[in-house]
């Protein structure tokens, strides 16, 4: 029989908990499921492309069939290129569903054969975004809970300063 191929594509920068359930779930529904990091120079990310598949390495080791991998273009034609079966996105609210309708349709006209597969988060995961994940870090928040400890420790030590600055503001006691 087939085996059924996923491709869950994003910036993931960086990797949240709210991804990691998605691909667990997608791995319930599909054979394989490959994550994407989307190479895309006009969003300023955080952490490079090389980092982002890193993390997600780290935070998938031990998981069966999930690979990570990159792209650059159009999604339709990785999509090709790996000869997958369908697209994961994950949709948090009410606002990520008008985004998503729009690419699902765009993606369509471009290749009749697109589809997509959206999988909604439960009430743990769905305010966790990786912008929101990015300036609690920037701000010396608490993200534990939110991210994998690898992306924890990333976080860190892209905001070493502001973490020290805390630091020094604590041990003066204000
Ligand atoms: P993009 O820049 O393509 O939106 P993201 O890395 O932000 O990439 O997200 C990739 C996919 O994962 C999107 O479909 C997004 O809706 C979904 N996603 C992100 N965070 C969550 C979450 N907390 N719960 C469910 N889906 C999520």
Redesign the pocket.
């Known amino acids: 029989m087939k085996q059924r191929l996923a491709i869950?594509?994003?910036?993931?920068?960086p990797?949240?908990?709210?991804?990691l359930?998605?691909i667990h779930r997608a791995l319930r529904l599909f054979d394989h499921v490959v994550v994407a990091v989307?190479q895309?120079a006009r969003?300023g990310s955080l952490f490079s492309i090389d980092e982002r598949q890193e993390l997600l390495r780290e935070a998938l080791k031990g998981v069966p069939r999930v690979e990570v991998d990159s792209f650059r273009g159009l999604l339709v034609d990785y999509i090709r290129e790996r000869k997958a079966d369908a697209v994961?996105?994950?949709?948090?609210a009410v606002s990520?569903f008008e985004?998503?309708f729009q690419m699902a349709n765009a993606n369509r006209k471009l290749d009749p054969d697109f589809e997509a597969v959206f999988?909604?988060?439960g009430e743990d995961?769905?305010?966790?975004?990786?912008?929101m994940v990015r300036e609690v870090a920037s701000l010396g928040g608490d993200v534990s809970g939110l991210v994998p400890v690898c992306v924890q420790r990333a976080l860190m030590e892209k905001y070493p300063k502001r973490l020290t600055e805390i630091g020094r503001m604590k041990s003066k006691g204000s």
């Open positions: 869950y594509p994003g910036s993931f920068d990797a949240t908990n709210g991804h359930t998605i989307a895309n969003k994961i996105r994950g949709l948090r990520d985004y998503e999988l909604m988060t995961y769905f305010y966790i975004s990786s912008q």
